[in-house]
């Protein structure tokens, strides 16, 4: 029910119906129909006549007032206007809003939802933080969007698996045994010295320290060292995504995959993941044996000077070929990126989204080379990078956490402001952007404050909702009855305005599940309760305006469908975002 979508196609009728000749209906596609910049300009603008007056040989006014005199024919259109050199506005009449909001309160939770995808499956991978502690605020960022995003998926109609990258195969988990191991010691009695450089100190090592003390004792010490690195590391990866799990949890984000990076080395049948996938990979020849020339500039860490076994990128978009083997036989870190990718497309995945950290930029072209080499142009792979947060309070930078040692842990944060301020307001700058996060703007119940005002527009909904029903006991408020009420009633240009700014739901969900960008959708709530907010406080001053009017009962019942149809969208926004949207704020 996306009315923009609706108009794109009138107006592609409209130029079958004057027959341009079009060499080609493709530029058809880049004719769109949008709401206006300026809103007293109309309802809907289109380039309709900017695009095609060349390819049809006309000059675009001409073609403009062509299109015009067809549009006209358009059941709702009240006015068209031509601006400039050839745009076209159109204006709809107060019936067709009328109608059209009978539709979208009719469609209830469903308006907007299904119309991207009927159902591809889609896999979003967030956080993946290494589990080496609790989750901080450089992953809060990513977490939210991730989740937002895969939500936003989901109710354009896409199948999405929400995944977490578990990275337990790197040497940052032998640091975390040894670290855990240290602990240990400690939490026997010992005097294992300073915490050694390298090693992580936070505090959240000493529980799992002291359960491995009471189950074992001293035992550890006994162990040969493969048997105790293998115990501490089980026991400190274990504990590490309990912790982590814990931490998403309270923000609202649990994932339906957590896919261990070991699992990819874990041999098979005499056989591992990455093996496979390197026999696939050779077969296909993008797999060989050479040397890389040296870099230029900064060195990468994988390079080695020597013949070895290189992924050859550089055929499908990227600036180097890629180590796959170290010099003690091991697989680098890129090998188990190609084998993840390759597991994935196996599992049926089309679409595959990494939402990382901004100190990842440099692995878009190599993720993209190897979702070419691997599936060609049977997958599109997508990556989102999240820019750094910087916590304040009232304007000055926050301190670090003495529990995790060196940072702010997610924990903090949401503790301090609660999950809806931390989710929306991680959404309220486009991803890429930095995000200024102040303790204090967050938790002010203002206009300033953006969960807040969202917010607190559905609470008001709710509280007339009440209201009604002590003024107006008699009055019939079943969905039935709403169903039926005479919405030609909604004169007012305030109403008829919230009635538009309605009916932009579907297209923002459209253009955000497209673009990867779910902070248009936090935008978007912010500006419709802007608007209902406005027309509240008109109706402080001019009581024919309340949404209750005790003298014409059947004026209200149309109110409150207006009422009933912005909570609705407002909740169905909230949730997808992962906000609650309460019916009292105090």
């Not at 912790?243 to 049948?269: C, M």
């Not at 301190?399 to 503790?415: E, H, I, N, P």
């Amino acid at each position: 029910m996306n009315i923009f979508s609706l108009f794109e196609n009138h107006i592609r009728k409209s130029v079958e119906s004057i027959d341009l000749k079009l060499e080609s209906v493709e530029i058809l596609s880049r004719v769109s129909a949008e709401p206006p910049r300026d809103a007293s300009h109309g309802d809907i603008s289109t380039n309709a006549a900017m695009v095609l007056a060349k390819p049809a040989g006309m000059k675009p006014r001409d073609l403009a007032e062509k299109l015009a005199a067809e549009l006209e024919k358009v059941d709702g259109v009240d006015a068209i206007n031509i601006a400039g050199p050839g745009f076209i506005n159109i204006s709809l009449s107060d019936a067709y809003w009328q109608g059209h909001l009978g539709e979208v309160f009719k469609a209830g939770n469903d308006f907007g939802c299904g119309l991207v995808s009927d159902g591809a499956k889609v896999n979003v991978e967030y956080v993946s933080a290494n589990p080496t502690g609790p989750m901080h605020v450089g992953h809060c960022r990513g977490a939210v969007v991730g989740d937002a995003l895969a939500n936003l998926l989901a109710f354009a109609g896409f199948e999405v698996t929400k995944e977490y990258y578990v990275n337990d195969a790197g040497g940052q988990i032998d640091v975390l045994a040894g670290s855990l191991f240290h602990r240990y010691r400690e939490a026997l009695g010992e005097d294992p010295g300073p915490m050694p450089d390298g090693f992580y100190p936070g505090e959240y090592l000493l529980e799992p320290a002291g359960m491995l003390a009471e189950e074992y004792g001293n035992k550890l010490h006994d162990m040969s060292e493969e048997l105790r690195i293998k115990l501490l590391k089980e026991t400190a990866i274990s504990s590490m995504m309990a912790l982590i799990k814990r931490d998403l949890a309270a923000l609202n984000i649990h994932h339906d995959v957590f896919f261990s990076e070991r699992d990819l080395h874990t041999e098979k049948g005499g056989k591992s993941t990455i093996d496979s996938m390197l026999e696939r990979m050779r077969e296909k020849g993008f797999v060989y044996d050479g040397k890389l020339p040296p870099p230029k500039g900064e060195v990468p860490e994988d390079w080695e000077d020597r013949e070895q076994t290189l992924f050859r990128s550089t055929e499908v978009g990227d600036d180097m070929d890629r180590a796959l083997v170290k010099s003690d036989g091991s697989y680098t870190y890129f090998a188990a990126d190609v084998a993840y990718f390759q597991d994935k497309y196996d599992r049926g995945f089309k679409r595959m989204i990494y939402v990382l950290g901004a100190d990842h930029s440099g692995y878009a072209k190599r993720l993209k080379a190897v979702a070419q080499a691997v599936a060609g142009d049977e997958a599109q792979l997508d990556v989102l990078f999240c820019q750094l947060v910087k916590l304040m309070r009232d304007g000055e930078p926050v301190t670090m956490s003495k529990r995790a040692g060196s940072f702010v842990t997610l924990r903090d944060v949401v503790d301090e402001v609660g999950r809806d301020a931390v989710r929306f307001m991680m959404l309220y700058r486009k991803a890429e952007a930095p995000l200024d996060f102040d303790f204090a703007k967050v938790t002010e119940q203002s206009k300033d404050n953006p969960v807040f005002y969202v917010q607190y527009a559905h609470a008001r909904i709710s509280s007339v909702m009440r209201q009604v029903k002590r003024e107006l006991p008699e009055l019939d408020k079943s969905a039935e009855a709403l169903a039926k009420a005479d919405l030609a009633l909604l004169e007012d240009d305030g109403e008829i305005g919230l009635v538009r700014k309605l009916s932009e739901y579907p297209r923002i969900i459209e253009q955000a599940a497209r673009a990867d960008e779910p902070h248009r959708l936090a935008f978007y709530l912010y500006e419709l309760a802007s608007e209902l907010h406005s027309h509240w406080n008109k109706g402080k001053e001019s009581p024919t305006l309340r949404f209750i009017n005790q003298e014409n009962p059947q004026l209200t019942l149309s109110r409150l469908v207006l009422l009933r149809t912005i909570a609705t969208v407002i909740a169905s926004g909230l949730a997808i975002i992962g906000v609650d949207a309460p019916e009292e704020m105090r």
